[in-house]
């Protein structure tokens, strides 16, 4: 047995965002020991690169890294993120927000939601984002940090950024290379595996050279050159439960005099979804869609009219496969980004479970022994959160209100049992499944079903022990705070000014 057995050297294979994220981490983590880090990647390789809204959790990544939120923002044209807003996915004119934060405040221990339901029982109009800090502010386009002590749940939300992924990466390489970190700029053309084992011994590159390493990260995107070229893991395709399966995507100027909105926009199209995301110096704009049901030329007539301002690049084209790679770790390989799995950007998480793949790598970094139950516990925990984010997306999808062949289709489609048990304990009594590493919570659930209008059959009965006229002044207080707490907040503009201008990508 080797009486030293610690990792000395990790190869990661691509850079881009989920490269140099997993750089720039591993090399803060482990700053003091002898961990060599090196990234491999061609600079005559382009990366997907078009994921600029996130959720956030990207804030206390990049925080444990040392940066704040004005560095990030200034080096990547970053706006503030509250939530999503969701237009006409139940018919033309419909909207609602999806916010980062809770609703309303409990009373005697019972969920504020069991309370709302009650009221509107009652013949209450207001809107759920009316207990919501994060959506009011959304709403009326201003933006103010959270209090770091809320002085109650009415006041506690949360926000992310949108920002230039391209630039993101780029200025965590710099982070990475000031770091240790080497940067090899060569093409990958094989993969030497160990023949007693089949674990990777190194990396074959166009200039003859061999990198050799203990442990590998593939971060080479959706060709998955390590895990699944060289180690051929098989892809769990979940085409069935999510029928999109291509984007296209335009970047374009921002209207001149409008004032970037902090929220990210996702607008159904006949022929799919179209995101809508403001940065300080442009905008990012694409749309996703089904090749079963559409041209490229169709969804481009859905696109091309509804640009945020007017195109500066011509449209490209991403093909995709919803799912994921049956294990995220095969033997000394750590997949993490598009190589381990995909679900759509609906709602921001692309970036997301990169974070959370980096977390875990963290926590269950190997030694050279690779035993088997820290690898096992890395894949179940991945493949929990991938499944738990599939579950959140298809949700939409169910709920839709449209009436275009293929959004019946989406309607009609068959769904996981893990979603079907969702589903049903929320309509027969308005509570919710938690199920282990999941991304969204109670409050995001929340947020869906009211938003497309899904209510339960019941509510917890405890509510009928507090008097009627007494619930609906507490909740009209919450109203009021709420709107006070709005009124109070500048623009989402005058916070962005305060800001130096960002680096242009």
């Not at 949108?162 to 000031?178: I, K, N, P």
Request: proline letters at 7%.
């Amino acid at each position: 047995m080797d009486p030293d057995p610690r990792i000395r050297s990790v190869v990661i294979v691509g850079g881009g965002t989920a490269g140099w994220m997993t750089a720039a981490a591993l090399v803060q983590h482990f700053r003091g020991t002898d961990l060599k880090v090196t990234v491999v990647e061609s600079s005559a390789i382009g990366t997907i690169g078009v994921g600029e809204a996130t959720i956030p959790t990207i804030r206390r990544f990049y925080a444990q890294l040392g940066l704040s939120d004005a560095e990030v923002m200034r080096a990547t044209g970053a706006t503030c993120k509250l939530g999503i807003r969701f237009n006409d996915w139940s018919g033309p004119g419909s909207d609602f927000i999806h916010p980062f934060g809770l609703y309303g405040q409990e009373l005697k221990g019972i969920g504020f939601h069991n309370f709302w339901l009650a009221d509107r029982e009652r013949g209450q109009t207001a809107p759920l984002s009316a207990y919501s800090l994060g959506a009011s502010l959304a709403e009326a386009g201003r933006f103010v940090p959270p209090s770091p002590r809320p002085p109650s749940s009415l006041s506690v939300f949360d926000w992310a950024l949108q920002l230039d992924a391209t630039a993101f990466a780029q200025h965590l390489r710099a982070y990475a290379e000031a770091g240790g970190c080497e940067r090899i700029d060569a093409r990958i053309l094989g993969v030497d595996l160990r023949p007693r084992d089949g674990f990777i011994e190194g990396v074959v590159l166009d200039d003859d050279r061999r990198i050799e390493g203990d442990l590998f990260v593939d971060c080479s995107g959706f060709r998955a050159l390590l895990i699944g070229e060289a180690l051929s893991e098989p892809y769990e395709d979940w085409s069935k439960w999510l029928l999109c399966d291509t984007a296209l995507a335009v970047q374009s100027e921002n209207p001149p005099g409008e004032a970037p909105p902090p929220f990210t926009r996702v607008t159904a199209r006949p022929s799919g979804w179209q995101w809508g995301i403001p940065l300080q110096h442009r905008a990012g704009n694409g749309i996703v869609f089904s090749s079963r049901h559409v041209t490229d030329e169709q969804a481009l007539d859905d696109l091309t009219p509804n640009l945020i301002g007017g195109a500066l690049t011509e449209p490209r084209r991403i093909p995709f496969r919803p799912g994921r790679r049956r294990r995220a770790w095969v033997k000394n390989c750590v997949s993490i980004g598009l190589s381990a799995g995909f679900v759509e950007p609906l709602e921001s998480t692309s970036i997301a479970v990169i974070e959370t793949a980096i977390d875990r790598l963290k926590a269950l970094f190997p030694d050279r022994r690779f035993v088997q139950p820290v690898i096992d516990e890395f894949n179940d925990q991945t493949a929990c959160e991938l499944d738990r984010v599939r579950d959140f997306v298809i949700l939409h999808y169910k709920l839709n209100g449209r009436d275009e062949p293929f959004w019946r289709d989406c309607r009609e489609a068959p769904i996981p049992d893990t979603l079907q048990r969702k589903l049903d304990l929320w309509k027969a009594r308005g509570q919710f499944v938690r199920y282990r590493w999941e991304m969204f919570h109670p409050a995001s659930w929340l947020a869906i079903y009211a938003g497309f209008g899904v209510w339960p059959d019941g509510y917890d009965p405890a509510v009928n022990g507090i008097d009627a006229d007494q619930l609906s002044r507490s909740l009209a207080e919450m109203r009021r705070a709420v709107a006070e707490a709005v009124s109070r907040a500048p623009a989402h503009a005058e916070f962005l000014s305060s800001l130096q201008p960002p680096v242009a990508a």
